[in-house]
């Protein structure tokens, strides 16, 4: 059996400017190609397209993630090679990988088998260096602000309460916590500081929210950096330093088209993690494939608890964007690992723990059908070892709750595997008359919108928080900032905060235990459980596995 990284290299691709010429209707002078096979879009040319008609946006999210995956991007390429295979025109928007997972446990993101986007290989490495810009942007204002307060300090920067990190898009423990200013005088305060993963920075998530230049200096401009010693806010714009970020990341923020193996469309651009950041791909991106095709599918990370919840509350609420249908993507193994089952056995029939495991996916069809009031249909990654007592209880388990169900075959034959659900999403965005609803509303307090989301969406018992987070989270709400949806930074693992409770936990209880404002990207990022903003590498990192051999990568994924 072929590699996701072997089928990758012997796709034959197409010239990035003829795909956005026929297929897009792109001029080629309106792009900026890196090479023959990617290219970014112009924003200039993306202004001109905001007098066209939306097209169909279809949101595809998943369980609770296991080790045992579940192909949630895949799934995402795959339908979109499968609407163009019966006859739609469509495109896909995903996010960018994050070299930690590529180097860590997770492996690359740009689907599998052969439902992929390719050049696989640059788009899991540096691409078109959209990571290293906004690791840049970020940085600089981190230098901006020791820099302040060594040249004498004019803002009263309370050096202990600064709040901004420096990143690196690395999965590296060691970095943080970290002392920075040691070496006596000429090298600034010594203070403590300590680094994020790039795909936690504001600065990504203002870069994902943004919807324009002008929008993106505007949004850096606010970012709460520090805290006076009266404990008055520090912004990046009271330190001049927004200008020169937005001049970094101008070229950044046009989207960048590739292709699927099938020489299909996809933006990728952007890319903040569900599990600490609200987790979705530009909203530039998004809203100029709505203009460029009829259908575009994208994802929300994680489960739907997480992502999709995000999605919904943040990027949607703000940028008006609504989906017309939503995919849940499973797998028989998955469900079986959610009820109990080991590792080593989720490929041997195991009714019973199916049966345990299936409380999962019905905690998250019912959060998109009755919490979100979507219409939604389930699509089971099909393996061999699937047997048909398994899928029919899958069936009869949705059929209970009004949801069909679709065997997909995407990874071993692409956009014909995926026809099935392209025909049933098809149906469901025609057919959408429902009026999506957010899990809180604006006027909620800060308090009231966690507690929303702790008891509608994971159902919990309650929410705690110790006094100083209380206290963090009360001066928000009198400082102004009430009205920021929450962005809940927990595990992926579990709908609650512990990663080892599988299916469907009830009455557990969800403990804040930081609070942070993202003035910038406009929402407040609420840390629960051991969540980590910066991960730490396996003891067997992916990056063992990977090198470059008579001139190919091998071992990407």
Request: glycine fraction near 8%.
């Amino acid at each position: 059996m072929q590699s996701d990284i072997e089928i990758a290299q012997l796709a034959k691709m197409q010239r990035i400017s003829e795909i956005a010429k026929n297929t897009l209707g792109i001029p080629e002078e309106e792009l900026e190609p890196f090479g023959h096979y990617k290219a970014k879009v112009s924003l200039a040319y993306l202004d001109k397209l905001k007098g066209k008609k939306d097209g169909k946006l279809i949101l595809v999210t998943a369980i609770s993630p296991t080790p045992a995956g579940e192909g949630k991007t895949t799934t995402t390429v795959g339908l979109g090679d499968g609407l163009n295979h019966i006859g739609k025109k469509a495109m896909i928007c995903l996010r960018e990988p994050s070299l930690g997972p590529v180097f860590g446990v997770k492996g690359g993101a740009a689907g599998g088998g052969w439902a992929q986007i390719v050049p696989m290989e640059d788009i899991n490495l540096h691409f078109t260096g959209d990571f290293s810009a906004i690791a840049l942007a970020n940085n600089l204002l981190a230098a901006m602000i020791d820099n302040h307060v060594h040249h004498g300090n004019a803002l009263n920067i309370d050096v202990r309460r600064i709040q901004w990190k420096r990143v690196v898009d690395m999965n590296d423990r060691a970095l943080r916590d970290v002392t920075v200013g040691l070496g006596g005088t000429p090298n600034g305060f010594p203070r403590q500081d300590g680094f994020d993963i790039v795909v936690a920075s504001e600065v990504m998530a203002i870069f994902c929210l943004a919807t324009s230049i002008e929008d993106l200096k505007k949004r850096l401009g606010e970012i709460v950096v520090a805290y006076t010693y009266d404990q008055k806010p520090v912004l990046a714009k009271d330190l001049k330093a927004h200008g020169a970020m937005t001049v970094l990341l101008k070229d950044a923020l046009a989207p960048n088209l590739v292709q699927t193996l099938e020489n299909n469309p996809a933006f990728v651009h952007g890319g903040p993690f569900a599990n600490i950041a609200h987790g979705c791909n530009s909203v530039i991106a998004t809203q100029a494939a709505l203009k460029l095709a009829d259908y575009v599918v994208t994802e929300a990370g994680f489960g739907a608890d997480l992502g999709a919840e995000k999605f919904i509350d943040i990027k949607c609420r703000k940028s008006g964007l609504r989906p017309s249908a939503v995919v849940i993507v499973v797998t028989v193994r998955a469900m079986k690992y959610h009820g109990g089952a080991d590792l080593t056995s989720l490929t041997t029939e195991d009714l019973a723990a199916l049966d345990k495991g299936l409380v999962n996916l019905e905690r998250h069809v019912e959060n998109i059908t009755k919490v979100y009031n979507m219409p939604c249909v389930v699509s089971i990654n099909k393996f061999t070892s699937d047997t048909p007592a398994e899928i029919e209880m899958v069936e009869q388990r949705m059929k209970k709750l009004g949801v069909n169900i679709v065997l997909a075959s995407h990874w071993g034959e692409g956009g014909k595997g995926a026809a099935e659900l392209a025909h049933m999403v098809v149906d469901l965005c025609e057919s959408d008359t429902q009026k999506m609803q957010y899990v809180y509303e604006d006027e909620d307090t800060l308090w009231e919108k966690i507690n929303k989301i702790a008891k509608k969406v994971y159902r919990a018992s309650e929410v705690t928080a110790d006094a100083k987070v209380k206290a963090q989270i009360e001066n928000l709400q009198k400082s102004g900032y009430g009205h920021y949806p929450v962005c809940v930074a927990k595990t992926q693992s579990s709908f609650s905060t512990d990663a080892k409770l599988r299916g469907a936990p009830e009455n557990h209880t969800i403990a804040i235990r930081e609070v942070r404002l993202a003035a910038g990207a406009e929402f407040v990022v609420m840390v629960c459980g051991d969540i980590m903003t910066m991960p730490g590498l396996p003891k067997v990192p992916s990056a063992e596995k990977i090198d470059y051999i008579d001139g190919k990568v091998v071992g990407l994924f």
